[in-house]
């Protein structure tokens, strides 16, 4: 037996009935379980990477955990993981009320034991999930819309059960959430996730806790698509239990502010493989298309934040994958968790604004519009996540979520305005129909006193000039995108009015001398840009809208009647230019917009411009 055992070895192959007792060598060294179906000669892990699974390596000898004693001391690791949160840029939120757990805003550790959960209706412990629509486990949904081939009148004669569902021939299942609104259910009838999730979880092992903290502490009060006390109970009872995209999306976006967690820079490990996790993430998204839930289209948006390529036809999918979804529905009076209704409205806004500020920054037609569209403006009830209570929260945390919240909601509403400008001057009609300077002007007037009153009626916590808080440690701040988004719907507007032929010479002068104020306006803007500020989380678009105040100073550079006039917007892009290469060393992001202007007002434009006279 002991030959039989050296001959094994030697070959690769596992000892006879040690299948289940030592894992291969690939996944010794990843520190993942060892799964060995029953006939197979590789692991699922193995297999998933196209691998020998080989048992030649001998196991390192383990050693012993030490438990905390009765004095707090513990094991150096342990230590550390409680030193993980520091409040640089934010204060980690609590909810205590929490239906999940205690602690359900907190992460513990990701668990890599084989933790399965085959239906939230069957799970024994309290859950969020029950009755969730957008996120079931093992099958997705799809909204009956009504020129389908399902007739409602026809479908309110299917006698439902207890859960409002009925069964179908082909396998699927009809759910009733409200009054003409059925959804069609499907088995997700997918090859296991579970490979792709370990090998996410290797990637950033075992940094993946810290790094959940960092992205709800950094980027979700201002983009709050996900629901934050659901993710937690499922991450803590593992992160086997999410959309692999979803996960890469956020371990990938929090990586950005990696030197922000005291923990994990004192820890003096290396920074995580950002690159192998878009690459899981997008490979990932893109399998799940076809069977999509609420965390497709939240993965998606927050992929969209790594600056992914083929942002637009990203965006064109997860638009689609919304209509599946039902998201451009008002869901308040369906049968669905409350929760989910919040998340639902959030999420649905959230795509709004990556289809206008998509076609905009990319010159593609918007793909949402406004007579298909139903969703309210979020409310405070539709935050339920963090619950504001002045009298039990620290300042500094209410700030946090009072401003977020603000932010995320007066984003919502300067894009609408936004989607009016690119309807009103941006299509193909428009272009047809309105030639003369008179009509452009009549129908920005209305627009212009929107953004007018949507500026001077901003709470003074969204100021560019209203001081930070005091707060016990520094604070990043998200209004300056916000800002840079108002700026950049102004000069659309006046990019337009601007294009236009306009004969007498009193009312060019009017226009030009208004899109040059909107110009030092933009300017001046992004000179008062601080490190908190920059810092802080930006959206995808944030680089081409720094981009499009240089291409608005180049227009109005082309169109000068003068030289003096041309030698003063030249100077003024110039400066530009300065401060956009100085800011982009503390965010990268913005380097694209230096590139863009250099090759829209360059020596070789300046030189033909002065030829041209």
């Known amino acids: 037996q002991a030959a039989a055992t050296t001959t094994a070895i030697s070959s690769g192959q596992p000892p006879t009935g040690k299948k289940k007792d030592r894992p291969c060598d690939a996944c010794r060294r990843r520190k993942s379980r060892c799964v060995m179906h029953e006939g197979e000669k590789s692991c699922v892990l193995c297999q998933f990477h196209s691998q020998d699974c080989t048992f030649v390596q001998s196991p390192q000898p383990r050693t012993k955990r030490r438990l905390p004693t009765s004095d707090g001391a513990g094991t150096e690791e342990q230590n550390a993981s409680k030193k993980r949160f520091v409040p640089l840029p934010f204060v980690q939120t ?22 399965t959960v085959e239906s939230y209706a069957q799970l024994k412990e309290p859950t969020l999930l029950r009755k969730t629509l957008g996120l079931e486990i093992g099958r997705h949904s799809r909204y009956v ?65 810290a790094l959940v903290d960092l992205y709800f502490r950094v980027v979700h009060p201002a983009y709050p698509i996900l629901a934050k006390r659901v993710f937690y109970e499922k991450y803590n009872r593992t992160y086997r239990e999410f959309s692999p995209a979803l996960l890469a999306a956020v371990y990938a976006l929090a990586l950005g502010w990696w030197e922000y967690d005291a923990g994990l820079v004192g820890s003096g490990a290396q920074r995580p493989d950002i690159e ?7 490979k990932a998204l893109s399998d799940v298309m076809t069977r999509p839930k609420l965390s497709t289209v939240q993965a998606g948006l927050l992929l969209l934040q790594r600056q992914i390529p083929g942002a637009w036809t990203t965006t064109a999918q997860l638009v689609a994958v919304g209509h599946e979804l039902g998201l451009y529905l008002d869901p308040t009076n369906w049968s669905i968790p409350d929760w989910e209704k919040g998340l639902r409205k959030r999420l649905a806004w959230a795509l709004f604004m990556a289809d206008k500020w998509g076609a905009l920054t990319h010159g593609r037609p918007s793909l949402l519009h406004s007579t298909n569209w139903g969703v309210p403006l979020p409310t405070s009830s539709d935050f339920p996540d963090d619950p504001i209570t002045p009298s039990t929260t620290p ?26 400008i690119l309807s009103a001057f941006f299509t193909l009609h428009s272009f047809a129909s309105s030639t003369s300077i008179s009509q452009i002007l009549e129908l920005a007037k209305p627009m212009q006193i929107r953004l007018r009153d949507w500026y001077a009626h901003l709470p003074d916590t969204l100021k560019m000039d209203t001081p930070t808080p005091a707060a016990p440690a520094p604070q990043l701040c998200t209004t300056g995108s916000l800002h840079l988004a108002y700026f950049t719907t102004e000069i659309t507007l006046h990019r337009r009015i601007l294009r236009t032929p306009i004969p007498d010479a009193y009312l060019r002068h009017i226009c030009r001398s208004a899109a040059k104020t909107r110009l030092i306006s ?16 930006w959206p995808a678009t944030a680089g081409k809208n720094f981009a499009l105040i240089g291409t608005f100073g180049a227009l109005l550079w082309a169109t000068s009647s003068t030289g003096q006039e041309a030698e003063f917007y030249r100077a003024r892009l110039m400066e530009y230019r300065w401060t956009l290469r100085v800011s982009a060393r503390g965010a990268q992001w913005m380097e694209g917009a230096v590139g863009v202007l250099d090759s829209g007002i360059g020596k070789e434009q300046w030189e033909a411009w002065k030829a041209r006279g």
């Open 94 to 115: 609590r909810d205590s009320n929490s239906p999940a757990s205690k602690d359900s805003n907190k992460s513990e550790p990701a668990k890599a034991q084989p933790v």
């Open 522 to 537: 933009a300017l001046d803007f992004v000179n008062r840009l601080k490190p908190h500020h920059l810092h802080a989380f």
């Open 395 to 420: 300042q500094p945390e209410l700030d946090i979520l009072l401003r977020g919240r603000e932010h995320f909601c007066q984003m919502i509403s300067l894009t609408t305005i936004t989607s009016d």
């Open 276 to 282: 192998a996790l878009d690459k899981l993430g997008a």
């Open 145 to 209: 819309g009504p020129t389908s081939e399902y007739e409602e009148c026809l479908i309110d004669l299917c006698p439902l059960d207890s859960e409002n569902e009925y069964g179908l021939a082909h396998g699927g299942h009809f759910r009733r959430c409200g009054n003409g609104v059925t959804f069609l259910m499907y088995a997700d009838q997918a090859a296991s996730q579970i490979a792709v999730l370990d090998e996410i979880e290797s990637v950033v092992a075992p940094h993946g806790p």
